[in-house]
């Protein structure tokens, strides 16, 4: 009987709902899963200082304490890992899981399945957690994202509403429904079934192409273009913070210099440069588009 590990970390169980609907076609496999948790958990729904106060941190991958978890095995056919980047990273509880020896070993010599709960912005994280994973031996045979498909400023408005009140509504009646649709939730079941047919082959070649080609998997150009650009933003405010933090009032005023940059650039910069960008640029550029999209979609990925 083949034997797989499932890992991941869910603050607000999107994401063990997506892996819930993922591991149906999983059947006669012998299933580790394994929730892991940070020693100090995030809570949730967020205070707004502390939401935005985790980013330097998140993206300079700071490893995190996490509490105790065990293997039922020593080697496993195959791993897929569940994770949601936080701030063009990986959340600080998978980069730490990342870092962390016992899992490292683990991922040595074994096929890796990546699943993301993200609200549309995975493709920064994703080169991270492929490079983590490549030095520790592993193998990615697959990536299966999941995205909030609406407009990006209203997902934006949208999970920030869900994040910091705890409500998963539509607010001011407008707002689309945050985070992951339960249609796109539901579809991991399809999306998994190329996944368990490589894993009884044990062959995965050609296994993310059987997977793009369901249609449901795909990076927006607008979406590539702020990723193109962000995290090198972000790494620059994470060390400023750092660096000028030598209290904690000077932390906070730095924190919040950084959250109205955030909100200035996502609400009146982006729009600007996203329309000059869609209309000009876009069209000139439309093949180098294609090949950055197909390379993101088979980061890591022999074909
Ligand atoms: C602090 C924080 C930062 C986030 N940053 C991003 C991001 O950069 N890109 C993205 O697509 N989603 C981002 N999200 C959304 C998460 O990836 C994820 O979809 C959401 O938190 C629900 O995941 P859960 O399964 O852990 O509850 C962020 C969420 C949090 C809490």
Redesign the pocket.
Known sequence: MKNILVIS??????????LDCFLIPFKGVEIDRINIQPREE?V?P?ISSV?FD??PE?VLEEKIDLMPYDFRANSYDLIILGY??????P?LPISSLLQDSKFLAVLNNTPIVTV???????I??QISVVNRIESAGGRIVANVPF??RHQNLLSALS?LH??LTGKKERKWGFLPLP??SRKDIESAEVLAEPVTQALHKGDYLGLQERILKKKLVDIHPSILFIEMRAKRLFIFWANLIKRKSINTKKRNFWVAMYKYYLIFALFVVSPIVLAVYTLLVRPIIWSSIKKNKEHFLYLGIER
């Open positions: 970390y869910s603050q607000t169980g999107q994401l063990n709902d997506i995030f949730f967020w939401f985790t980013m998140t949601q980047p936080w701030f063009l990273s959340s993301i709960g993200s609200r549309n912005m995975w920064n994280s995205i909030d999970i869900w994040m985070g992951v």
